[in-house]
């Protein structure tokens, strides 16, 4: 890989996936001799088509699937056909498709979602 070394990061997510900052300088011996893993964190955070992940790891921009994506996209799944259904069966549904803990899927799905009572509706915020 040629050119600047935010392009050559940016590659390496793009092709690797998520890493850590010290996993990036230790794919380029140029970090090494600059600071390593504190420089390689210093590029990322400046770069906007670099995002942090939310576990520490850094990913291209679009390429991270995050908490609140997969949640959104698991909730769109089990809306499927309905304008609104009760929350505690949407937060149960997305928590088993998911993995998450359910108080973390409520969280998401409130802010996320319109909520009414005990009812959330298929309408972004």
Same mark, same amino acid.
């Given at each position: 890989?040629?050119?600047?070394?935010?392009?050559?990061? #940016?590659?390496? /997510?793009?092709? =690797?996936?998520?890493? &850590?900052? *010290? %996993?990036?300088?230790?794919?380029?011996?140029?970090?090494?001799?600059?600071?390593?893993?504190? #420089?390689?964190? /210093?590029?990322? =955070?400046?770069?906007? &088509?670099? *995002? %942090?992940?939310?576990?520490?790891?850094?990913?291209?921009?679009?390429?991270?699937?995050?908490?609140?994506?997969?949640?959104?996209?698991?909730?769109?799944?089990?809306?499927?056909?309905?304008?609104?259904?009760?929350?505690?069966?949407?937060?149960?549904?997305?928590?088993?498709?998911?993995?998450?803990?359910?108080?973390?899927?409520?969280?998401?799905?409130?802010?996320?979602?319109?909520?009414?009572?005990?009812?959330?509706?298929?309408?972004?915020?």
């Amino acid at each position: 890989m040629t050119g600047p070394i935010t392009s050559k990061i #940016r590659d390496f /997510l793009i092709d =690797r996936g998520p890493a &850590t900052p *010290e %996993r990036v300088a230790e794919a380029f011996p140029e970090l090494t001799d600059v600071g390593g893993a504190e #420089r390689a964190l /210093l590029l990322m =955070r400046l770069d906007p &088509t670099i *995002e %942090r992940t939310g576990d520490e790891m850094w990913a291209a921009r679009g390429t991270a699937i995050t908490d609140d994506s997969r949640v959104r996209k698991a909730v769109e799944k089990f809306f499927d056909g309905r304008r609104g259904v009760p929350l505690a069966s949407a937060v149960r549904a997305v928590a088993n498709e998911t993995g998450l803990p359910e108080h973390k899927v409520r969280e998401l799905l409130t802010e996320q979602f319109v909520v009414a009572g005990t009812n959330i509706f298929n309408r972004r915020r």
